[in-house]
């Protein structure tokens, strides 16, 4: 089970950490991933960690890579999502699923969180 935190509402510039955490599995063997459900539009990859934590890769976009970084504590069940410099167009609903491959494909991700809302207001 993965249970997503740390959304909320907050002004344009302002950051936030997005926490995953699991439970009941070895979360340690997977790799992760963070994925945003925008509103309007399909649901989109953001970022993934392999289960060591030592490779990251994120999505096509020049502002998700620059402002965006993901990391896990395989100690504490977790993975983050830490994102700066927030603007109204990163609003939301941000997920974590986890996944046996190096993967941007929502197809190949399973056990997804319900999610937690990002609201950014200008």
């Known amino acids: 089970q993965l249970v997503e935190s740390g959304g909320g509402l907050v002004q344009a510039g302002d950051s936030l950490r997005l926490s995953c955490s699991a439970s009941g599995y070895t979360f340690s063997r997977l790799g992760m991933g963070w994925f945003r459900h925008l509103p309007g539009k399909e649901r989109e990859f953001v970022a993934g960690i392999s289960s060591d934590g030592v490779r990251t890769y994120y999505a096509d976009s020049v502002d998700i890579r620059a402002l965006f970084t993901i990391s896990r504590d395989n100690a504490r069940n977790t993975v983050f999502l830490q994102m700066s410099n927030l603007n109204p167009e990163d609003t939301g609903v941000y997920s974590c699923?986890?996944?046996?491959?190096?993967?941007?494909?929502?197809?190949?991700?399973?056990?997804w969180g319900k999610g937690t809302q990002v609201t950014v207001y200008s």
């Open positions: 699923a986890e996944t046996e491959m190096r993967t941007t494909d929502v197809l190949e991700y399973v056990n």
